[in-house]
């Protein structure tokens, strides 16, 4: 059973900038599609960008384009981090890390939120105006 460890998120002020970290265990492969999604209350969960641990493909949400970006630990390439700078009020959620085996044929930026098997605890962001 895969588990997904999160860490990072936090307080910040609007133009700070924080990291979330999400490590995957417990799974015998390597090659995952890894993402991260956001909910606000009352809204549906919404992803904000997406990798693919074998090689490294990634997307963004057109909403954090240019201000969030994926890395990967070179020691262990399904622990994956989020660097966000100049984050904006409307970045405040619920952040939530999820992962899944690849499809054949199935981009990971095209994998729908009911898609994915395995999800974090989430963590929360903060960003005060």
């Known amino acids: 059973q895969v588990q997904l460890m999160e860490s990072g998120g936090g307080s910040v002020q609007a133009g700070g900038s924080l990291r979330l970290s999400c490590a995957a265990s417990?799974?015998?492969?390597?090659?995952?599609?890894m993402a991260w999604f956001r909910q606000v209350p009352g809204k549906e969960r919404e992803r904000v960008a997406s990798?693919?641990?074998?090689?490294?493909?990634?997307?963004y949400a057109d909403s954090v384009k240019g201000r969030f970006t994926w890395s990967q630990d070179i020691a262990k390439s399904t622990t994956v981090h989020l660097d966000m700078v100049r984050l904006k009020p409307e970045d405040a959620a619920a952040y939530f890390c999820?992962?899944?085996?690849?499809?054949?044929?199935?981009?990971?930026?095209?994998?729908?939120?009911?898609?994915?098997?395995?999800w974090g605890q989430g963590t929360q962001v903060i960003v005060s105006s």
């Open positions: 990798i693919y641990t074998y090689g490294g493909g990634r997307s």
């Open positions: 417990g799974g015998t492969d390597t090659t995952y599609c």
């Open positions: 999820a992962a899944r085996r690849p499809i054949i044929g199935v981009p990971c930026h095209d994998l729908q939120l009911r898609q994915y098997d395995y």
